[in-house]
């Protein structure tokens, strides 16, 4: 399910076979909130929906225009203030004032498009038109625009290893998660997770879990950076701030999604239940 706080009280949202209004599916997998402030999400058997706040009910998303959204891997929203949707067919881009949908078509190998599997890879953006495909490798995206065509194509760039500190147990780790991309105070990529602080090596084609101590580490955000560390829970580092704020492990358990609603109420949901922290 999903649990919202308003800060005075926790309201919770389960799914209910005998009603369509409620959340599809027993556990959600991404949230995300529009431009528009609307709240979109997807289920753990891959459903797309959205929630009409007027009515408190959710509505599943079948398809945009012509693109089924059964070919759904993840989705996102862009620095753009589009909705952004990865399939495996195309990239769709969504501008929720409008209802205009952009396609940008995939130009370049993947080694296995059979393998791109939602919930599998997420999307991060550095630019608004430099994407970052996360899941068992990193795939970086370079989206270019056709203004006089109405669409674009989407190029890969490099396929990037993710290698995790010595002891990450499970199949939890087999994959990044949901992620952001960040550029520390010298300009250096980084990519902070669920499933971890990673460093960005581009002449090793590699992004390498951090083992150094974070309290040094200064990053360019103007907004929270948050991240889960195995051995600690979610840890959250404030612009201006020195100390990191940490969500002990043994109320985070292994979190499968999260996200900032204001600089102060943090989202996120486990494998088991939904959460918020402010």
Not at 11 to 19: L, S, T
Not at 54 to 78: H, K, P, Q, T, W
Not at 127 to 149: F, M, N
Not at 185 to 196: E, F, I, P, T, V
Request: net charge negative; hydrophobic share 40%; with cysteine.
């Amino acid at each position: 399910g999903l649990t919202r706080y308003d800060g005075t009280d926790f309201i919770n949202y389960f799914h209910d076979p005998a009603d369509s209004t409620t959340i599809p599916y027993f556990s959600v997998s991404s949230v995300v909130i529009d431009a528009a402030d609307t709240l979109w999400l997807t289920t753990d058997n891959g459903l797309l929906c959205r929630f009409d706040r007027a009515v408190e009910e959710f509505r599943v998303i079948r398809s945009l225009e012509s693109y089924s959204m059964n070919d759904l891997v993840d989705f996102a929203a862009g620095p753009d203030g589009q909705l952004y949707f990865l399939l495996r067919k195309a990239l769709l881009s969504y501008d929720p004032s409008t209802g205009r949908v952009t396609t940008y078509a995939w130009s370049g190998k993947l080694t296995d498009m059979a393998l791109f599997n939602f919930s599998q890879f997420g999307m991060a953006f550095s630019e608004p038109d430099h994407l970052w495909l996360t899941g068992p490798v990193v795939i970086e995206v370079k989206l270019e625009q056709d203004s006089l065509a109405g669409a674009g194509r989407a190029v890969i760039r490099s396929v990037n290893s993710v290698r995790w500190k010595p002891g990450r147990p499970g199949t939890f780790f087999n994959t990044t998660g949901p992620s952001r991309i960040t550029r520390d105070s010298n300009g250096d990529l980084w990519l902070a997770s669920l499933k971890g602080l990673f460093s960005y090596n581009e002449e090793q084609n590699l992004f390498n879990e951090y083992a150094g101590d974070i309290s040094g580490l200064e990053f360019r955000d103007t907004i929270p950076l948050a991240f889960f560390s195995y051995d600690t829970g979610i840890n959250i580092l404030f612009p201006g701030q020195d100390e990191t704020t940490v969500i002990p492990k043994k109320m985070t358990g292994l979190p499968t999604t999260l996200f900032f609603y204001d600089d102060d109420m943090l989202w996120f949901a486990s494998q088991t239940e939904g959460n918020t922290y402010t």
